[in-house]
C-alpha cells in the first residue's frame, strides 16, 4: 500500500502525512495502532551551539503559538512541511495533529515561543508512521529538526513500530539528508518532484 504523502489545502486535508487523509476511518487508525497514555515532552533539549529548548507534546495549549510559527516561517518553509504554501494551520488540522489516538507531535520552544513543530502521525496499515517537520527559519541548520526527529523515531522504535516514512519534495534537501542520517532509504516516486524516504525500525543509525 503506497503511503499518503503530505499535502494540504488552506481548508482541508488533502492526501497527508499529517493526519489520515479524508476517506480513512479514524476508528481504522486507532484500532492499527492503539494509543499509548504516556505523552512525549516535557524534558529539554541542547543543541550543539548551546542553546536549550524545552520539548513538550503538543496540546490545544499550544494553538496559538503554533499559529505564530507558521507567520514566523518563510513560504518555502511552509511549502516543504505541506506541499502548499499554507499561511496557516486549519483549526481541524491542528486538533488532527493534537490527537495522540492519530499520532505523536511535540513542539519545540524557547523564549516563550514554539520554534519548531515535529509530527509522527499513524498510516492506515498497522506498525507505520509518518514524519514530518516545520522549524522556524532562524532555526534551520542547527539541529533542532535533528534532534526532534530522532526523538519522534526513538518513540516509534519503543512502541514497537516497524517503520517511519516521509514524503519529501525532491528540493528539500536538508529533510532527505536527515533521513539519510536516521538510516532511511530514499526513492522516487511518479511524481518527479517528490521523494519517498523509509526508515525500517531495526535499522539505527
Not at 482541508?12 to 476517506?23: C, L
Not at 492499527?32 to 495549549?61: F, Q, S, Y
Not at 507558521?70 to 499561511?87: G, N, V
Not at 505523536?104 to 492506515?124: E, F, K, P, T, W
Amino acid at each position: 500500500m503506497p503511503f499518503m504523502r503530505l499535502r494540504a489545502t488552506d481548508d482541508e486535508f488533502a492526501a497527508g502525512t499529517s493526519a489520515p487523509a479524508d476517506g480513512i476511518d479514524p476508528a481504522v487508525v486507532r484500532s492499527a495502532h492503539p494509543m499509548v497514555d504516556t505523552p512525549v515532552g516535557d524534558c529539554a533539549l541542547r543543541l550543539a551551539d548551546g542553546t536549550e529548548a524545552d520539548l513538550h507534546a503538543l496540546t490545544p495549549h499550544f494553538r496559538q503559538a503554533v499559529h505564530n510559527l507558521h507567520e514566523r516561517c518563510s513560504a518555502a518553509s511552509r511549502r516543504f512541511r505541506y506541499f502548499s504554501a499554507m499561511p496557516s494551520l486549519p483549526p481541524r488540522m491542528f486538533d488532527r495533529l493534537c490527537d495522540r489516538g492519530r499520532g505523536i507531535s511535540v513542539v519545540a520552544c524557547h523564549d516563550g515561543q514554539v520554534r519548531a513543530m515535529a509530527n509522527l502521525m499513524y498510516c492506515a496499515e498497522p506498525g507505520a508512521a509518518e514524519l514530518a517537520l516545520l522549524v522556524e527559519d532562524a532555526w534551520q541548520g542547527r539541529g533542532l529538526g535533528a534532534q526532534l526527529a530522532r526523538t519522534l523515531v526513538d518513540t516509534a522504535r519503543e512502541r514497537a513500530m516497524a517503520e517511519v516514512r516521509a514524503s519529501i519534495m525532491a528540493q528539500n534537501e536538508r529533510m532527505r539528508r536527515l533521513m539519510i542520517s536516521l538510516g532511511a532509504a530514499l526513492r522516487y516516486t511518479g511524481d518527479p518532484g517528490v521523494i519517498e524516504a523509509r526508515l525500517p525500525l531495526t535499522v539505527r543509525a
